[in-house]
C-alpha cells in the first residue's frame, strides 16, 4: 500500500534546498516519489508505511536544517498567518542588527579612505590592532545575525547535499578565518596586515544576502495572497435557526440540513438552498462574474459569496471541506502544489549547480594563485565566485510564477488542477465545444408560435401551456416558461392524458385538445399542410416542433430551440483572435448543425456524433498532430475531456465532467476558455523571462568573480559587490512573477 502526504518546509532558500530536501527523502527505502515547491514551501511524498514512517521521512529533513510543519487542507494558510508574521519580526530584528553592525564596520574599517575622525584606539594607523579588534567583534556580531547560513550550510554540506546557505557559509567563512590569521599576524608586529583584512567583506555580503531574502520573503508572501483570500472568505461563524430560536455557531460546527440565517452584507457560511428571502449574492471573488447574481425561494447559494441587501434563510446542503469554496481552494493548492514539466528541467540544473559552483570556485582560485597573484587576491576570487553564483533565482522562476498565476487563475474564475495543465494550455492550437449546454444554453427556448384561423398568439399559447403544465418534455417546458413570462392566466385541466411518444390530449368544454408530434398529428388524423412550408424551414434549422389540434383541427405550430449563449460568438472570435481553430461537436444532423455553427461563428463542425462517440472525434482530430483542448460540461463529455490534451469543463456543469477536466471555468462563461489560454500563455512566458535571465545572470556572474574579464584587462568583483548582484537577481525574478496579479 502507497501513502500520499503533505507537509511544509519551512527555512528553504534556494532550488538547491529544495532539490536537496528531494534528494535526502528519496535515498530513504520506501520512498516512491518526492517533490518539493520552493515557493508554496510543500513536499508531497509516496511512500510505503510498512518500510518508512512520514516520521522518519521528516527526520530527514530536519538534519539538513529545516523545519517541518503539518499540512491541513483548510485552515494551514490562516493558521500560518500568526508564524509568518512571527517570523517577518525576527528576519526583520536580525536584519537590522546585521545593517547596524555593517554600517559602524564599514567606518571602522574605511573611515579613513574619507577622512572621518576616529578614536585613537579605532584609527588603522594609530591602534591597527584595537582596529582589528573592533573589526572582529562586529563582524562576530553581523555573522550571529546571519547564523542561519552557516548552520543550514554545514548540515548541507555534512550531508553531502550543498546549497546556497553553503556558499555563502563558505565564502564569507573563508574571508573571516583569513581575517582572523590577519588579526593574529597584527598582534606579533605585522601591523601592514591591517590593510588587507576582509571582515568587512564578510559581514556585507552577510547584510546583502540578508536583505536580499528579507525583501525575496515579502516579495513570495504576496504570490500566496489568492488562496489566503479564499480562505478567508468563509466566516469563523454562522447564524442557525433552531425552534424558532436563531443561535449562532462556528462554521466548523454547521451540519447538513440546518436552516441558516445571513443577513445583508455578511458571508454565507456554506453551501444552500434558499427558503426565504430575497436579496442577490456577490461571487466575484469565486467565478469572477462581476454580476450579483439574483437570490429567491429555491435558488443556490454558495458558501464565500456575499449576501446583498436581504435577509436570507438557506438550507445547507454542503458544509465543510465539501463546499463548493472549499473545492476550490483544494484545487488551487494542488496546481501550486505540483510541477509543472518545464520546472524539471531547473530542477536537474539545480542538483547540479552547487557542486558546480564548488569546483569553479577552487580552479579558479588555484589557477590565480598558479599565476603568483597573493593570498589576498585569490580569496577575494574565491569569495566572489561563491557569493554570486546563487541558486535562488534559478529555482523560484517556474514556481512563484505558477503560484501567482493559479492564484490569478482563481481569481478569474478559472482553476488550473495542476502546473501540468497550465503548461499544456499554452500550446494549444484547437478547440473542440460541445453544442449543447455549451455552446448553447442547453435548455430549449420557445422562438416561433404560428396561430392558425382566428387565433392569437396568447390564446394559443395559454391553451398551450394548460396541457404541458405537467409535462416534463423539454419543449413543453418552454412552453409553459414563455406563458409565465408574458404573465398569461394558466388554467389547471382535469383529465389530462399523455400519450408516450407522441404527446398530450385533454377534453375542454366537450372538445379533445392535443398538442404533440407530427406524428400524433397524424394519428389523428389532423392535416399540417396549413404550416408545412414553415415546419419544414424551422426543422432544417434544427428546431423541435409541437402542433396543437382541437379534434381534427389545427390550431398552431409552436417551435422550440436550443439558443447560443450570448457569450458564445464572443468566445469563439476571442479564440480565433489568438490563433485558435474551432470545431463544434454535436448529435444534430448537418443541416441543423450548419445554422449552429454560422451562427456561432466556428470554423468547422462534426455534426451526428453520438455521445459514446465523443472521445473518438476527439482523438481523430488530434491524429493531425495539433494540440487540442476539449470544451464540455455533461457526464457524454467526460470521456473526451479526459482524451484531449487539455479537458475544459464548464463549472456550471456536471461534477463528472469537472472531475474529467484539467481546467475549470467556474463562471460558466465560455469567454473564459480565452482567458485560460492567454493566462497559460501569459505565465509560461514569464517563466521563460525567469530562467533566461536566471541562467544569464550566472553565465555572466560566475566567469566575472572568477576573473575571466580581469584575465583580459577588465575589472574584477568585489564580494560586496556580488553579495548586492546575487540579492537583486532573486528579487528581480520574484517581482518580474507577480506583475501576473495584475493579468487581465
Not at 598582534?187 to 583584512?197: I, S
Request: charged share 20%.
Amino acid at each position: 500500500m502507497v501513502l500520499e502526504k503533505r507537509f511544509y518546509i519551512r527555512g528553504m532558500h534556494c532550488a538547491a534546498c529544495s532539490a536537496g530536501s528531494e534528494k535526502i527523502m528519496r535515498r530513504l527505502k520506501g520512498v516512491e516519489s518526492a517533490e518539493v515547491n520552493l515557493a508554496a514551501e510543500l513536499a508531497e511524498v509516496r511512500y510505503d508505511p510498512e518500510l518508512v514512517k512520514l516520521s522518519e521521512i521528516r527526520a530527514a529533513v530536519l538534519k539538513l536544517g529545516f523545519t517541518t510543519e503539518d499540512y491541513e487542507d483548510r485552515t494551514a494558510a490562516i493558521a500560518d498567518e500568526t508564524r509568518r508574521e512571527r517570523e517577518r519580526l525576527q528576519k526583520r530584528r536580525r536584519l537590522l542588527a546585521a545593517v547596524i553592525g555593517s554600517a559602524l564596520l564599514m567606518t571602522v574599517a574605511m573611515g579613513h579612505m574619507i577622512s572621518l575622525p576616529l578614536p585613537r584606539f579605532l584609527s588603522m594607523e594609530d591602534s591597527p590592532l584595537g582596529n582589528a579588534l573592533a573589526q572582529l567583534v562586529l563582524t562576530l556580531c553581523v555573522m550571529a545575525a546571519g547564523r542561519d547560513f552557516y548552520i543550514s550550510g554545514f548540515k548541507g554540506l555534512v550531508s553531502r547535499i550543498p546549497s546556497m546557505d553553503t556558499l555563502v557559509g563558505l565564502g564569507t567563512g573563508s574571508a573571516f578565518l583569513y581575517s582572523l590569521y590577519g588579526l593574529v599576524r597584527i598582534a606579533m608586529g605585522q601591523t601592514g596586515f591591517v590593510h588587507a583584512l576582509f571582515f568587512d567583506s564578510a559581514a556585507m555580503v552577510v547584510t546583502l544576502v540578508m536583505v536580499g531574502k528579507y525583501l525575496e520573503s515579502g516579495s513570495k508572501e504576496r504570490t500566496g495572497e489568492a488562496v489566503r483570500r479564499l480562505m478567508k472568505l468563509a466566516p469563523d461563524s454562522a447564524m442557525v435557526e433552531k425552534d424558532g430560536r436563531q443561535i449562532t455557531v462556528e462554521t466548523g460546527e454547521l451540519m447538513t440540513g440546518d436552516l441558516v440565517v445571513v443577513l445583508p452584507g455578511a458571508h454565507f457560511p456554506c453551501d444552500g438552498v434558499v427558503e426565504s428571502g430575497f436579496s442577490t449574492a456577490d461571487n466575484a471573488m469565486l467565478t469572477g462574474e462581476s454580476l450579483p447574481v439574483t437570490l429567491e425561494p429555491g435558488s443556490k447559494v454558495t458558501g464565500g459569496a456575499i449576501n446583498g441587501e436581504g435577509t436570507v434563510k438557506f438550507r445547507a446542503t454542503q458544509v465543510g471541506g465539501d463546499t463548493a469554496l472549499s473545492q476550490i481552494i483544494r484545487l488551487v493548492e494542488d496546481a501550486q502544489g505540483h510541477k509543472a514539466p518545464i520546472a524539471r528541467m531547473a530542477d536537474r540544473v539545480s542538483a547540479v549547480f552547487v557542486p558546480v559552483v564548488l569546483a569553479i570556485a577552487f580552479v579558479s582560485a588555484g589557477i590565480w594563485l598558479f599565476c603568483g597573484k597573493d593570498l589576498s587576491f585569490v580569496l577575494n576570487t574565491f569569495v566572489s565566485v561563491l557569493v554570486i553564483a546563487c541558486p535562488c533565482s534559478l529555482g523560484l522562476a517556474t514556481p512563484t510564477a505558477i503560484l501567482v498565476g493559479t492564484g490569478r487563475g482563481a481569481e478569474m474564475g478559472i482553476l488550473f488542477k495542476s502546473g501540468e495543465a497550465l503548461q499544456a494550455m499554452q500550446g494549444i492550437r484547437h478547440v473542440v465545444l460541445d453544442k449543447t449546454g455549451t455552446l448553447t444554453e442547453g435548455k430549449p427556448m420557445l422562438t416561433h408560435i404560428t396561430p392558425c384561423g382566428s387565433l392569437d398568439e396568447n390564446t394559443l399559447l395559454t391553451m398551450a401551456a394548460s396541457l404541458e403544465q405537467s409535462s416534463e418534455h423539454p419543449v413543453a417546458r418552454a412552453i409553459v416558461q414563455e406563458a409565465k413570462k408574458r404573465e398569461l392566466q394558466i388554467p389547471a385541466l382535469d383529465g389530462v392524458t399523455a400519450v408516450p411518444g407522441y404527446g398530450v390530449t385533454a377534453q375542454v368544454k366537450g372538445r379533445q385538445i392535443s398538442i404533440g408530434s407530427a406524428a400524433m398529428m397524424e394519428k389523428l388524423g389532423v392535416s399540417t399542410e396549413p404550416v408545412i412550408h414553415e415546419a419544414e424551414a424551422l426543422s432544417r434549422r434544427g428546431a423541435m416542433l409541437m402542433y396543437c389540434c382541437a379534434e381534427t383541427r389545427l390550431l398552431g405550430l409552436f417551435a422550440a430551440s436550443d439558443m447560443l449563449k450570448p457569450e458564445s460568438r464572443d468566445a469563439v472570435r476571442r479564440l480565433q483572435e489568438l490563433g485558435v481553430k474551432v470545431t463544434m461537436l454535436t448529435g444534430d444532423n448537418e443541416a441543423a448543425a450548419a445554422v449552429t455553427a454560422r451562427a456561432a461563428g466556428v470554423d468547422d463542425f462534426v455534426a451526428g456524433v453520438l455521445p459514446a462517440g465523443k472521445s473518438q472525434a476527439v482523438t481523430k482530430l488530434q491524429t493531425a498532430g495539433t494540440r487540442t483542448a476539449m470544451v464540455g460540461d455533461g457526464i457524454n463529455d467526460a470521456p473526451a475531456l479526459a482524451a484531449a490534451d487539455v479537458g475544459i469543463a464548464i463549472g456550471t456543469g456536471t461534477d463528472v465532467a469537472i472531475a474529467s477536466a484539467d481546467v475549470v471555468l467556474m463562471g460558466g462563461a465560455l469567454t473564459g476558455v480565452a482567458d485560460a489560454l492567454r493566462l497559460s500563455r501569459g505565465v509560461m512566458k514569464n517563466i521563460r523571462q525567469n530562467l533566461f535571465w536566471a541562467l544569464f545572470y550566472n553565465c555572466i556572474g560566475i566567469p566575472f568573480a572568477a576573473g575571466l574579464f580581469y584575465a583580459f584587462g577588465g575589472p574584477r568583483l568585489n564580494p560586496m559587490i556580488a553579495g548586492a548582484c546575487m540579492a537583486c537577481s532573486s528579487v528581480c525574478v520574484v517581482s518580474n512573477a507577480l506583475r501576473l496579479k495584475k493579468f487581465h
